[in-house]
């Protein structure tokens, strides 16, 4: 039996970029430092009525931040904010646009006012299979102390301009330096096909009640459950 061909998602730059702005990477290669270390049992909180265990020990919160590409920065930015981010000047010395302007009105009303939005200029072009597209987020799990990436969903096989990123400064009055190759967005594809679903709101059935007691029940009575009986494999 042959199994379902491998698809693939390309990053495309002009011939005089390659080798100089940072390159896309697989998001299971952003694992943050903090997660790392953490470890899967806190000592100190472990007792008779409490197992102790971290966020190291959740599948799901892992899985969000491995899944899909990282696209970096393409090359070193200068961000000084001012009067609480209602001011933000910016610089660069790369031969490239790296910053540009939105404007408040196109986000009047946004928790964040009066903090201005920006976009981010990338450099990489994005091709994938017909009929799939990308959600363009920021980092799952991971917050950047000085951005918020607003996210969005672009149809990547049929639309091959470059893609920009809007975001709102978010730290604090300072000069803040985005390294080249600082992780901007997680790129995450998808099958279109996948997201139209109709959607039924139900009350359960008795064997859905029966199977969701008994998956309770499981991950109470040994640790690491989900990762073995529910948790699909992962290429």
Known sequence: MFGRRALTIEFTCAPEDKGIIAEPFPAKGFIPDWFKKLPPVDLREVGVGARAQTVKRCMPFLDAMSTGWIIPLAATVRIEVKDGGASIEYGWDFDRTMVSNHFSYQVSGHPLEPRPPIKLHNYWGIRTPPGWSCLFAPPLNR??????????????????ELINFPCLVTGKDALHRLDKGTPLVQVIPFERAGTYIKGVVRTETEAEKAERIAHSRSIQASEGWYRSAARAARS
Request: charged share 15%.
């Open 143 to 160: 917050a950047h102390p000085a951005l918020e990436i607003m996210s969005g969903i672009v149809d990547t096989d049929t639309y091959h």
